[in-house]
């Protein structure tokens, strides 16, 4: 006699959140969310699996052990049921990513006074139109973000994202040397210059047990490479196309620069010409 295999697509869970603010300006009750939500499943003919409750915490962002419970155990079960949207989140960005990670685990989301349910072609669809408009407001916030950045270089105020290059460090929001880091660098400029090539550079490093930014043994000629061409090290930051000269102490002088860049016959970066006038001049190859 073959067993019959259980059902595993109606397997459903209830999450009911409240938080304090909630509690005192809207009167939601834990236990009348989920007294309602059992009353919705059994109509629906959901096997009810769990109950996670997360009591006085807020929904605008995820540190909430109940809702970290249920995920972690995406796998016992298929639907997520809630009583409104903004019992699972408050944050539009995290309420997008959750669905995300549901449809990528074959999950489904229902919510019960907006009669949103993933588990119906209507329900998909909405959710669909919900995540495209999601991304377009992302879209526009980065095109917002850019231009800004973009003003940002084109004025030479302030400093632009961007990761810390080896021989200097962040404090206080202000750019400073690492006086060890800054010390290799010059170093590695003046062995350029005297004629050493990029393996020797990196040979000489490794042989003077000198360690990368992460801490690592081995250098690679790409990474010299990098740090060399980097104009930062002669006090000047950039942006995408844009130079421009940095609030801090250099490491080297634009004319040493500015002779190394020429050895390496680099095409695609700039000469720092004086401190009132940047220009890029490519190298013929």
Known sequence: MRVQEEKTQNRAIIYSRVSTEDQAKEGFSLAAQEERLRAYCTAKDWE?????????YS??????????????????????????MDRIHRNSKNFTMMMEMLKE???????????????????RFVMDIIQRIAQLESEQIGERVYVGMLQKAKEGSGRLGFNIPYGFDILDD??????????????MYEL??????????AKYLMDSDILTKTGKRTWQKKTISRILSNPM???????????????????????????VQGLLKRGDFFFVLNDERVESIPFET
């Open 233 to 259: 090290n002669c006090g000047y930051l950039h942006w995408e196309d844009i130079i421009y000269k940095g609030d801090y102490e250099p490491i080297t002088d634009p004319e040493t620069f500015n002779r």
């Open 192 to 201: 350029y210059l005297e004629g050493s090539s990029l393996s020797q550079i």
């Open 174 to 187: 202000e750019i400073v040397q690492v006086p060890g880091e800054a010390a290799t660098v010059r170093r």
């Open 105 to 123: 685990n074959g999950k489904e989301f229902t919510s019960m006074q907006e009669a949103f349910d993933t588990t119906t072609a209507m329900g």
């Open 48 to 56: 009810i699996r769990n109950v996670y409750i997360d009591d006085g």
């Open 59 to 84: 929904g605008r962002n995820t540190e909430r052990p109940a809702y970290k419970k249920m995920m972690e155990d995406m796998d016992q079960w298929d639907i997520l049921v809630v009583m409104k």
